[in-house]
């Protein structure tokens, strides 16, 4: 018993080294439309390693449409990722359009249809970027009183968009959402789906194996349970500060948020993380990505 215990212990003492001496990839998100060579070429400066964008510029939220011909469209993504290969920056992962018309848990089933259809067009697009992960969102928010029945249309859904991301040769995952509580201020709606941890894992059993998690490290109180609880099924980050009770998106370094940050590394390592430290917070330097990912994982 004793030997395995250390076993144990030496398994995680090198998992929290990798982590502190910098192995984890990083990276922030930036939108496609800022995809410029020279943008690009300032961040290799930075010494960042990857990138993740979303075609959100390009879309008219209201209509499901893209605002360019689908032409234009190619013209567009094939230039921004070749201005990425030519700096030599990873697009690692692709966040999909969201939002109060683009929901893949609608109950009504021709509006569920009109978004997976949407989604299957875009990810057209997104294959010209040959992303390593495409990011949904599970849901806008809800109803009252329809949770169970989005859950079940949220599940369908991500089956189907599962095998379309598979063919564009990339790993599907979905994002934790903010929910401090189940209803919004006024009390006429609920918050979105993966609202909490119990949520979050009792939904993903649902999902295919194959299907895996974002966490938002600014969506909830204590993201660092959240890792620990879905575990492998974490294959990338939003890395931000917070609250857990606002969409917040501080910089870590800022010290404005009430994360335990030693908390969190300590929970990557003993998952086992291995995907890039992705920044969904912004800073004026970027230098100053880095460097604070080297200030957290010394804690």
């Known amino acids: 018993m004793k030997f395995k215990l250390l076993i144990v212990t030496l398994i995680s003492s090198i998992s929290m080294n990798a982590l502190a001496q910098g192995k984890l990839k990083i990276g922030f998100s930036i939108g496609i439309n800022a995809l410029t060579p020279k943008k690009m070429q300032q961040i290799k400066a930075a010494d960042i390693d990857c990138i993740e964008t979303g075609l959100t ?24 990722k070749k201005a990425a290969d030519d700096a030599g920056v990873q697009i690692w992962s692709i966040h999909m359009p969201y939002g109060k018309e683009i929901d893949i848990s609608f109950v009504d089933e021709e509006r569920r249809k009109k978004v997976i259809a949407f989604h299957k067009k875009g990810l057209e697009y997104a294959k010209l970027l040959q992303p390593k992960i495409i990011l949904f969102h599970p849901s806008y928010y809800l109803g ?31 994002e934790n959402m903010l929910g401090p509580a189940l209803l919004v201020s006024k009390g006429d709606q609920e918050r979105p789906l993966l609202r909490s941890v119990e949520e979050a894992t009792t939904i993903f059993k649902m999902f295919p194996n194959d299907v895996y998690a974002a966490v938002d490290l600014n ?55 291995n995907g890039p430290f992705m920044y969904e917070s912004s800073t004026k330097d970027l230098k100053a990505y880095r460097e604070c990912y080297n200030k957290l994982s010394a804690l």
């Not at 169970?148 to 990339?170: C, F, G, H, T």
């Not at 917070?242 to 940050?261: I, L, Q, V």
């Open 219 to 273: 969506h909830i109180s204590k993201p660092e349970e959240l890792l620990l609880a879905l575990g492998k099924r974490v294959k990338t980050l939003h890395v931000a500060d917070g609250d857990g009770k606002a969409e917040r998106h501080y910089f870590p370094c800022d010290d404005k948020g009430e994360n335990n940050w030693k908390a969190i590394f300590e929970a990557l390592a003993k998952i086992n993380y």
């Open 144 to 174: 009252l009183n329809e949770r169970e029945e989005r859950i079940k249309q949220l599940v369908k859904s991500v089956k189907e968009l599962n095998a379309e991301v598979k063919a564009v040769k990339a790993t599907m995952v979905v």
């Open 57 to 80: 510029a390009y879309i008219n939220k209201d209509s499901l449409t893209f605002k360019f011909s689908d032409a234009e469209m190619i013209s567009k993504i094939k230039a921004a």
